[in-house]
């Protein structure tokens, strides 16, 4: 179901918002059947092949058009192709510095729509020599009627918009396009997009359909981030619990508030750092600052490490001492000829100091130096944590009922002023330790509150039922104030709704899943026998909750061994999801103020803008 949902598209590298989630939903549609067996085996050969091929040689012409023919649809039957000097001058436009630009292939369909294919011969689409090439491509359909343009090397595919306002990509990686042997969710995307149907108009005068889904997506920017806030959260929280062990041993002195509040620097930094490569403020074109010191760099090299297994990224650690190394070159700037940086200073960037008197500026250092004496913060952890930061959920209708879809973040959307609300977000919660009297338990209900789990284990059926209603009714009026505060209204859900809730009975996780869901539990239940000693003991006790507070309707009619089954099955399901999170004693845990998990927000104070470079 997710891949039906999304196809891909949440693996691929963006630039600016090419398609919002409404948008990839709609698109998610039209993904294709499967690749027989003998082209798929046929591409992974000149796959292997091209890699080792220099780019932009003839050995690239060919590839391209068999992958665009063969593997992605656009055959004789859907059109006609024109190649090297069969594409007429009619096609060749001026750019601003006199050069004649002209795609190497074109594809016109026998009813409509064209798609012009741009092939360079630099090593790295939009980094150092390869940012003319993107430069030429958005002139050329800047100054024609088309909006859409591909442009590759062969090993990088980068599908281009440009409007005469905004430009937005997507790149493909062809060396992310078989993980562990089989294809890979990128081939998926490519396939999906890149497809006849998509870039045939439905009348003459229209946009192409993919086309008109990237005009549609302007519309709807804010809802991208809406779920934003929760997700840098969530990476506050893991910054937190990967220096556990050194935060006891080195912070004992220090208010758990202190800790916090360093913990919110290092990950806002980290947001403002993709603001300012987003919006160009920082050399993201430049090969060294891109390759050696640049977030979405990083991100990208992650990635393919974790295409060829993730057990890789667990068992290296270089990824945060270069994390800690921008923060640096961001706060004092560079004045090297090959990377120039301007130094931005500021107190979001500023170092701790282990002597310092402020316990703010004693965590700080924790963060910024435990790396370089113990292993902490492994290359996974910081995959997972930029992978929070920079991919969000947002709802989207599906039918009757709605689903939760994984989309980027456009970072050079979002203004100073959403870069302050977020910080202040943040400060409406709390560190906390699980005492040595037991463990804490998230449930997956109203504000997610976090109780002992000795607590609830005393609780009779009647408290049980009283307890999760309070907790339904307090998840309603948080809800109700929020979108009376922005000048919504909380209504009931609408008949429809109703009746599609009932149709699912509650049960679709990719419906019910919250903006979080793709994110696993911190300490998943697998991780030690401990933890699945407690999560058993949770979810014994989260069955019992269940049945008192009916959440799952009571067996009916005849009582068959199947139905019995699936009753019980059922009781299991909802047991676990009621279960989020659970909390070993002595681990440390974020809460609202009021001991809840989801957080509300607090006004924007114009001061916190300075955080933005």
Known sequence: ??????????????????????RVASISEHVPPPLPPYLEQELRRRAGGVLETRPGGAEISEFVAFVLERICGFSPETGSWKRGAQVGSEWTRRAVTGEAVRPRHLWRGHEAGVIPVFIDSEPSLGQGRGRRAVSQVHQWLRLGDEHLALLT???QWRLVFAGLDFDAWCEWDVDLWFEQGVLSPQVIALRTLLAPGLWVPPSK????PLLQAVLDSRKGQAELSAVLGERVREAVEKLVRAHSGIIKEKCSGIEPADIYRAAVRVVMRLVVAL????????????????ECYGVFGLLEELEKTAARGSDRLARSWGAWPRVLALFRLIYGGSHHEA?????YGGELFA????????????ALAVFETACFDSEVMSDRDVHDLLNLITRTRIRVRQGRAGTWIAAPVDFSDLSSEYIGILYEGLLDFELKIAEEKGPIIFLAIGQEPALPLSRLEKMDERALASLLEKMKNAGREAEGEDAEENGETADEPSDEDKSGAEEQGGEDDETDAGPCADVPEPYGPDSNDERRMVRTRAETWARNAVVAAKLVPKLRGALTPEKRLAHDQALGRMAARLVSRVVLPGEHYLVRWGGTRKGR???YRPSIGRFAP
Not at 5 to 16: T, V
Not at 205 to 208: L, T
Request: no cysteine.
């Open 153 to 155: 090397n062969g090993r």
């Open 339 to 343: 990377l120039s940086v301007t130094a």
């Open 1 to 22: 179901m997710k891949a039906a949902n999304n196809f891909g598209w949440d693996s691929l590298r963006h630039g600016g918002l090419l398609l919002d989630p409404q």
């Open 351 to 362: 170092p701790g100091g282990s002597g310092a008197p402020d316990g703010l500026l004693r």
């Open 275 to 290: 603001f300012a490569e987003s919006r160009d403020l920082l050399p993201r074109g430049v090969p060294i600052y891109h």
């Open 601 to 603: 927000g607090l006004p």
């Open 205 to 208: 005068g229209d946009p192409a």
